[in-house]
């Protein structure tokens, strides 16, 4: 079908939207005001702004012509960063290259051009066409709004676009209701691919739909895919969904991106713990399961107030042990359950001896974490839950590198070529070793990379 394919101005495999440090800040303030930016010439007006931080320091890249899966527990950040990428909300900070242009730094007329480049689909099919409109017109709908086309002009391609997605161009002149849940989501991907889009973010798009409905659907979206070279950000919070469809995946937690590899790395070769958790957590037996706990455990933290460093370490099962103390790795996971139980108030009793046997029975740290331990029990034998807490929050969890250093560092892949991100300091050591070979690898072979300067 000549004419109605993306123009191909960037090379397969080359980066089509290229995504820096981005953030997205929401103003919690609600009331009358909530949202609003008041300058000082309204003094009388006292505001205390907090912050939803819902999606910071995000970078990543999209290739032309792949499926980047973005997986993540709900109110992550997922539909937040969807929308600042398109540029349907501003972003605090940070940049979004499409074709190599800066969508944060433009607006009006320009912005609306570059839309037409890129498209969204939503979860809910029902409610994201309008029920009084018929198809015909909902699918040209995007075409009118940016001048493509005459009325027959776009009556002919509504209705070739209807049957390349597998719908009855004849049904032309149905309303939604008409439609099932699946067809309805079709009829959403013609009107995306009516003003020719390069890129489409689907949020959810089969979340909505039977089990039995969303296979038909991924595979229809895949087979548009190859034909009009879209390049697709794909969002779900079901890990099935992101195996069938992705090239590469990128896991968010927190409004930050914690890991992102290729798919079959990132679902053989998972390296930060939150995605083990969730690998873990798909019901379905797992030869690649160690026996390690990784159930997640404790609620997500406020985007108000994320923890310092790795925003996962509250909830974080293997974290970093702090310097200054010698434990085994038992005498420190149980120093571990110890404080977070000691943080959620989670003992019927305040009996040190009670409290020492079913937390330290197996392994007591002695030296410094022992005396800590103790003062800790002390603490809570006074009923002094708020000191206990603090003690044990500031010597332990507050003084992991965990804590105190953001983490970020790139492993060598052990399936494929791709890069591996992860944001955990547990990889810190193979990022090292992983550098280190890249260098040597480098230096031994001066022009693999075609433009490595004599003095390199
Ligand atoms: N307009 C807004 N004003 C204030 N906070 C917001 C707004 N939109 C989103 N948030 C907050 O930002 C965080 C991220 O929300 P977002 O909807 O992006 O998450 P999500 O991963 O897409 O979740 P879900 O899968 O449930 O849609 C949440 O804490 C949410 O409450």
Not at 224 to 240: G, K, M, N, R, V
Request: net charge negative; hydrophobic share 35%; proline share 6%.
């Amino acid at each position: 079908m000549s004419g109605l394919t993306g123009s191909d101005d960037v090379p397969e495999g080359e980066p089509l939207l290229e995504v820096r440090n981005l953030c997205k800040y929401f103003d919690n303030d609600g009331g009358l005001f909530g949202g609003m930016t008041l300058d000082s010439e309204f003094p009388f007006v006292e505001r205390n702004p907090s912050n939803v931080r819902a999606v910071e320091d995000v970078s990543f890249d999209i290739k032309k012509g792949e499926t980047l899966g973005l997986v993540g527990e709900s109110g992550c950040g997922k539909s937040t960063l969807a929308r600042t990428v398109l540029r349907l909300l501003k972003p605090t900070s940070g940049s979004v290259y499409f074709k190599g242009e800066d969508l944060a730094t433009i607006s009006g007329e320009p912005l609306r051009q570059k839309r037409q480049d890129m498209q969204m689909i939503f979860q809910d099919p029902q409610s994201s066409l309008d029920p009084r409109m018929k198809v015909g017109p909902i699918v040209e709908e995007p075409m009118q709004a940016h001048g493509m086309l005459d009325d027959e002009g776009r009556e002919a391609r509504a209705k070739e676009l209807l049957e390349k997605v597998g719908l009855d161009p004849q049904h032309y002149n149905r309303y939604p209701h008409a439609f099932s849940g699946g067809q309805r989501q079709r009829v959403n991907l013609a009107r995306a691919l009516s003003v020719n889009p390069d890129f489409i973010v689907c949020d959810e798009p089969v979340s909505a739909l039977d089990v039995s409905i969303q296979a038909q659907v991924l595979n229809t979206m895949q087979e548009l895919q190859d034909e009009f070279d879209l390049t697709y950000l794909f969002i779900a919070h079901d890990l099935s969904v992101i195996r069938h469809i992705s090239d590469r995946v990128a896991v968010m937690y927190l409004g930050q991106m914690v890991e992102l590899a290729d798919k079959e790395e990132l679902f053989e070769n998972p390296q930060h713990p939150y995605t083990q958790a969730l690998l873990d957590a798909i019901p379905v037996p797992d030869p690649r399961s160690d026996g390690r706990t990784a159930l997640l455990t404790g609620d997500v933290p406020s985007p108000i107030d994320p923890p310092s460093g790795c925003r996962f370490r509250t909830r974080c099962p293997v974290l970093i042990q702090p310097e200054a103390f010698e434990m085994t790795d038992a005498e420190w996971s149980n120093v571990l359950a110890f404080q977070r139980a000691v943080k959620r108030r989670a003992f019927e009793t305040t009996d040190r001896t009670e409290i020492r046997r079913r937390y330290f029975d197996d392994a007591t740290p002695g030296g410094d974490a022992g005396t800590l331990i103790d003062e800790a029990l002390g603490h809570i034998a006074a009923e002094e839950w708020g000191d206990a807490e603090r003690l044990l929050t500031e010597s332990f969890a507050d003084a992991s590198v965990c804590a105190t250093e953001e983490p970020a560092y790139e492993v060598a892949p052990e399936y494929g070529d791709g890069r591996h991100y992860t944001a955990c300091h547990r990889t810190r050591d193979a990022a090292i070793a992983a550098d280190a070979a890249a260098k040597l690898n480098a230096v031994e072979t001066p022009h693999a990379g075609g433009d490595v300067r004599a003095d390199d």
